[in-house]
Structures are given as structure tokens and as C-alpha cells.
């Protein structure tokens, strides 16, 4: 789906690389699903008297977070939002236990790590469940402490660089030295607005079809050519030896 120019010059160019979680790390609720999720807020909603705060199109969403944010719009900052985004949390941690790894993405994310790239997570997760899932693949140092995730401000969410923009500051980080991995147009959004280098990934067809049409100039449906790549790159670009010299 990407030329092997392109990229080259993304991963050789890239000396911190900030993530997206659900999707890029893992796919988290592949055994949990997220219309599932959402369905259950609004049914938690509907049990306290308050389904009429969702238009019918809010109510039949398949994305927990636009059913969060929608509540979000009409009560900001209240203690139903806060307690809505922790029932969030306490499904996501759910999944995270039935959570699919994303192929090649463990591997690429120790290899980066093991040749001195630094690594963030900058997701619309909660970072309790980020921390859960890395924790359990073994992953976590390669993160910490660069894990940033939902707030209560919900209106940081991206497309908000928010996070990107707090990982590069606290990473102390330029941004045209970086390269931002996401799945849905929203990041990509974020990753202009950040000014970051933004690398797709596409499971399907559909998903491609989206990124491409936001405006994702390099679009992978796999990671397997960005860790061959790292591995090929010269010694004194990667700081270790390649086998491919």
C-alpha cells in the first residue's frame, strides 16, 4: 500500500515514535466488542432516566466515545460524565484481557526500543488500560512513563493533538524528528495539527479508503515492512549492527 521510499525516509527520519493504541498496538476489543460497549451506555443511560440527553443517532452508535462525548456536550465536567468515562474504562479493561496483538507490532515496537528510539502511546483510551495491556505483553518499559490517554477533558480527545503534543514536550521531542502510527482519520487530523509525521495502518480496504480520503499520504496494511526496514537501515543511522551490511 506504501512505496518502500516512503517509507524508508519515515522510519529513517523518526527518532520518537508516538502510537495510537486501540488498532496499531492492539486490537482491543476483539473479543469485547465496541458496539457492545456503546450499546451498554446508553443502556446504563436509559436505566437512570437520561436516554432522552441522546439524539437517536447518538443512541444507535457503535463508538463508546461518541456516546461519552455526546453526554460530555450537554454536561461537561459533571459527575455523569465522570462516572460514564469510568464505566468506559471498566469495559475496556475487560477487553484488554481478550485483546488481539496486531501483527508485527510487539516486535517492531522492541526493535525500535532496542536501537534507542523513544516511544509514547497517544490514544483516546483510558491510560489504565494502555498500562494493563503493555503490562501483560511484557511492553511497558518500552513506553513508560510516555503513556497518554483519555482525560476528563473530553474535549482533548483527538483530533486534538493534546496527547501528541504532551508526549512531545515531555519527550522533549521536535516534531518533524517524529512519526506518529494511527488508524482512523481523527488521528491523522491530530497528527496535522501536531505537525508530526503520520504513518497509516489499515487492517481492510475500508479502513485505507478513510485514511487515504483524510489526507494519509503513506498507508500500510501491515508492519512487517517497516521492521524489515529498521533492520536494513545503515549502522550509523540504527546504532547496531544490520544484517542486511
Given at each position: 500500500?506504501?512505496?518502500?521510499e ?8 523518526a ?76 469495559e ?11 501483527a ?8 525500535w526500543?532496542?536501537v ?8 483516546n ?19 513508560t ?21 504532551r ?21 491523522c ?19 485505507s479508503?478513510l ?12 508492519f ?22
Amino acid at each position: 500500500m506504501a512505496d518502500t521510499e516512503q517509507l524508508g525516509r519515515l522510519v529513517s527520519d523518526a527518532r520518537f515514535v508516538l502510537w495510537d493504541f486501540d488498532g496499531p498496538i492492539c486490537r482491543l476489543f476483539a473479543g469485547h466488542t465496541a458496539e457492545g460497549v456503546a450499546a451498554d451506555l446508553v443502556d446504563w443511560l436509559g436505566s437512570r432516566g437520561l436516554r432522552g440527553l441522546l439524539t437517536e443517532t447518538e443512541r444507535e452508535s457503535p463508538d463508546p466515545h461518541a456516546v461519552l462525548r455526546a453526554v460530555d456536550r450537554r454536561h461537561p465536567r459533571s459527575d455523569l460524565v465522570e462516572e460514564l468515562e469510568e464505566r468506559l474504562t471498566q469495559e475496556e479493561l475487560r477487553a484488554a484481557a481478550s485483546a488481539m496483538p496486531t501483527a508485527y507490532a510487539d516486535p517492531l515496537i522492541r526493535t525500535w526500543t532496542a536501537v534507542g528510539v523513544r516511544l509514547a502511546v497517544a490514544t483516546n483510551n483510558s491510560p489504565r488500560v494502555v498500562r494493563a495491556y503493555l503490562a501483560d505483553r511484557g511492553l511497558l518499559p518500552c513506553f513508560t512513563p510516555h503513556i497518554y490517554g483519555r482525560t476528563q477533558e473530553l474535549r482533548l480527545l483527538k483530533p486534538d493533538p493534546h496527547t501528541l503534543v504532551r508526549a512531545l514536550s515531555a519527550m522533549g521531542a521536535e516534531p518533524t524528528a517524529s512519526l506518529f502510527i494511527g488508524d482512523s482519520p481523527s488521528d491523522c487530523e491530530a497528527a496535522r495539527r501536531a505537525r508530526v509525521p503520520f504513518l497509516g495502518y489499515a487492517r481492510n480496504e475500508r479502513k485505507s479508503k478513510l485514511l487515504r480520503e483524510a489526507g494519509a499520504d503513506v498507508v500500510v496494511d501491515s508492519f512487517e515492512p517497516l521492521l524489515r526496514l529498521l533492520w536494513c537501515l545503515p549502522t550509523d543511522v540504527r546504532g547496531i549492527q544490520s544484517p542486511c551490511e
